[in-house]
T-cell receptor, first 111, second 113 residues
Framework: ELKVEQNPLFLSMQEGKNYTIYCNYS?????LYWYRQDPGKSLESLFV?????AVKQEGRLMASLDTKARLSTLHITAAVHDLSATYFC???????????FGTGTRLKVLA | KAGVTQTPRYLIKTRGQQVTLSCSPI?????VSWYQQTPGQGLQFLFE???????NKGNFPGRFSGRQFSNSRSEMNVSTLELGDSALYLC????????????FGPGTRLTVT
């Protein structure tokens, strides 16, 4: 069964710095999702990555997918405090009708 | 377009009781999935329904059950509540399941005392 691992679990970074969150998955995942969750809130969709080499960007966040390496990354550029949240990646296998989530990365951006 | 709605938003129950949570999907979405989120186990899949049929179920005891109605609204029920059932229960809807993007509701925070 698909397994999704995320690292790091916790990330404390200074404003203005760049960093990357990694998401590895164990078997074929037909698509890869990134979500953001603020404390006590639900999941907000950030990116949907469908194919090898897919790259999507929104503001200071950029996500990419390498299906051969079974790796997706979420890159944060010039972090700002508003990006503080927990970020999850999730994979899915066609026909299983479920997402498998990573453990989440709790990001704290320090002013 | 209205998003996914879940009721109630907060619940406090005692051990041994049962609880029913409700989820109304985005209009036009026929798939509803349920997830449990806890600090220790993270986000875990409970079950998925499409057109009133359960298509997949996660590794949860039989105390956890669900159903979907003809209007795509879904309910999940937990019987004989245990302390470990305290969690945020998230409902997600999509056009057709995991092959489509899932949109999450605000969740129901269940506390079992």
């Amino acid at each position: 069964e698909l397994k999704v691992e995320q690292n790091p679990l916790f990330l404390s970074m200074q404003e203005g710095k760049n960093y990357t969150i990694y998401c590895n998955y164990s078997t074929t995942s037909d698509r890869l999702y990134w979500y953001r969750q603020d404390p006590g809130k639900s999941l907000e969709s950030l990116f949907v990555l469908l194919s090898n080499g897919a790259v999507k960007q929104e503001g200071r966040l950029m996500a990419s997918l390498d299906t051969k390496a079974r790796l997706s990354t979420l890159h944060i550029t010039a972090a700002v405090h508003d990006l503080s949240a927990t970020y999850f990646c999730a994979g899915s296998t066609s026909g299983t009708y479920k997402y498998i989530f990573g453990t989440g990365t709790r990001l704290k951006v320090l002013a | 377009k209205a998003g996914v709605t879940q009721t109630p938003r907060y619940l406090i129950k005692t051990r041994g009781q049962q609880v029913t949570l409700s989820c109304s999907p985005i209009s036009g979405h026929r798939s509803v999935s349920w997830y449990q989120q806890t600090p220790g186990q993270g986000l875990q899949f409970l079950f998925e329904y499409f057109s009133e049929t359960q298509r997949n179920k996660g590794n949860f005891p039989g105390r956890f059950s669900g159903r979907q109605f003809s209007n795509s609204r879904s309910e999940m029920n937990v019987s004989t509540l245990e302390l470990g059932d305290s969690a945020l229960y998230l409902c997600a809807s999509s056009l057709g399941g995991s092959d489509y993007e899932q949109y999450f509701g605000p969740g129901t925070r269940l506390t079992v005392t």
